[in-house]
C-alpha cells in the first residue's frame, strides 16, 4: 500500500497530468475500524433477536478486539476476514425463514 495516490487529469490544453496526493494512513485505518465497529453493531442487534448466547459472547469480545484496534498501530486486514467468519457463522445458525411461501401454516 503506497502513501500516495495518482490522480490523472487532463488541462485546458489536453495534455495529461498527474497529481500525487499524500494519503493519511491513520485516518484511513480508523475510518475502516469504525466501519468495521458499525457493522459489528448491527450484527449484535440481530444476534440479540436470535438469543443465541454462544455467537453473542464471541462477537462481544470481538467487538472488544476492534475497540483496542483503534488505539494499537497493527494489522487489522485480519479483523475483517474474522468479521466474516463470524457473520457467516451468524447468518448459518439463524433460523429465519429464506423462502416464506415453503413455510406450513399450523393451526
Known amino acids: 500500500m503506497s502513501d500516495q495516490d495518482i490522480i490523472e487529469a487532463v488541462n485546458d490544453c489536453g ?7 499524500e494519503r493519511n494512513k491513520k485516518r484511513e485505518r ?8 458499525t457493522k459489528c ?14 455467537i453473542f459472547k ?3 469480545a470481538f467487538t472488544e478486539k476492534v475497540r483496542q484496534a483503534l488505539y494499537l498501530g ?3 486486514q485480519n479483523l475483517f476476514h474474522e468479521f466474516e467468519q463470524i457473520e457467516n457463522i451468524t447468518k448459518k445458525s439463524s433460523k429465519s425463514f429464506k423462502n416464506l411461501s415453503d413455510v406450513t401454516m399450523m393451526g
Request: net charge negative; no cysteine; proline share 0%.
Open 58 to 60: 464471541k462477537l462481544m
Open 30 to 37: 480508523e475510518t475502516d475500524l469504525n466501519i468495521l465497529l
Open 15 to 21: 495534455e495529461k497530468r498527474y497529481i500525487e496526493i
Open 74 to 76: 497493527n494489522d487489522i
Open 41 to 54: 453493531k448491527r450484527l449484535l442487534s440481530f444476534v440479540e433477536t436470535t438469543k443465541n448466547e454462544s
